[in-house]
């Protein structure tokens, strides 16, 4: 493993557990369902973004009074759109994304990101999540591109990698009826 890949996991292990923490510590009268990974299309940025069903109740509620969710393929983007997520906007994750951003030609890495996020997200004890009432595998894991084409691919890729087979299957067919 070459040198920038090391101090992505490195610094990638120490961020997510405190930076999970402090934001499931916001959320814990809350249903999380969805943890997200935000990234850019060149691979230079890097986000958490959580969502809950309540958070994501109030934001469609909003969002009808607004005039801007009138179908059911709105609210299928709220629910799954990480840009649309209540959560995580003070994680710390700026370290990364200077190493990213420093980093030539950091999307040939791709794969290899994803997998260690998989990595750290799978070693993440169920008990880390139930300190604050969530249940581990009630939680859809999985990494967007917040401006690409590619987002559902690379959403379908990761899921599989880091969620329970059920809920990794159910994320799948998401956008199944919205034909």
């Known amino acids: 493993m070459d040198r920038f890949l090391n101090e992505f996991e490195n610094q990638f292990r120490a961020g997510f557990l405190p930076d999970l923490e402090q934001t499931l510590s916001k959320v814990q009268d809350e249903k999380v369902y969805a943890c ?84 750290v997200v799978n070693e993440t004890a169920d008990e880390v999540f139930a300190r604050y009432g969530q249940t581990k595998a009630d939680i859809t894991f999985f990494v967007s591109l917040t401006d690409d084409d590619l987002a559902e691919e690379i959403e379908n890729q990761s899921v599989h990698q880091m969620t329970v087979p059920g809920l990794a299957s159910k994320f799948l067919k998401r956008y199944d009826d919205m034909n």
């Open 36 to 119: 997200a990974f935000g990234t850019d299309s060149d691979w230079v940025t890097l986000f958490l973004a959580v969502n809950t069903e309540e958070s994501l109740a109030g934001h469609i509620s909003s969002m009808n009074e607004q005039g801007l969710c009138d179908s059911e393929q709105d609210e299928i983007y709220y629910r799954w759109g990480c840009s649309e997520y209540q959560y995580g906007e003070e994680t710390h994750f700026n370290h990364i994304s200077r190493l990213l951003y420093a980093t030539e030609d950091v999307q040939k890495y791709k794969d290899e990101i994803i997998r260690i996020i998989a990595k």
